[in-house]
């Protein structure tokens, strides 16, 4: 497994959000954005990487799929009420539609967003 050092050097097919291009790439998006809210600290989050990586690989032009560092964008974290990680948002024609918080597998994760309808 894959262990990032940084938000910042994910895969590119993961956006990486930050408080310059929220709007950009959550409230303008065309198709639905599943918004990670994670850290670099925190093991969970790490985990999730993968998961995520491979869901926008199969996802591609169906979903956005983002990642956001909560220590490094504490405003959004603040804002978004975030108190628990890896937090997942879902949003949908550029507002919020719903959590996910720690999903247990990639399974999960994606039938969770097909309930949802982002996928």
């Not at 990032?4 to 956006?15: F, G």
């Not at 591609?60 to 890896?86: C, G, Q, R």
């Amino acid at each position: 497994m894959k262990n990032h050092e940084s938000y910042k050097e994910l895969d590119k097919m993961l956006v990486t959000v930050n408080k310059d291009n929220f709007k950009e790439v959550v409230e303008n998006s065309q198709v639905p954005v599943l918004l990670d809210f994670g850290a670099t600290w925190c093991p969970h989050c790490q985990n999730l990487l993968p998961k995520l990586e491979e869901l926008s690989k199969k996802t591609e032009d169906k979903l956005v799929v983002a990642t956001i560092d909560t220590d490094e964008n504490p405003e959004i974290a603040a804002a978004m009420h975030i108190e628990y990680i890896p937090a997942l948002f879902v949003y949908k024609d550029g507002a919020f539609s719903d959590m996910l918080v720690a999903p247990e597998s990639s399974e999960s994760l994606e039938n969770w967003l097909k309930e949802k309808g982002a996928l």
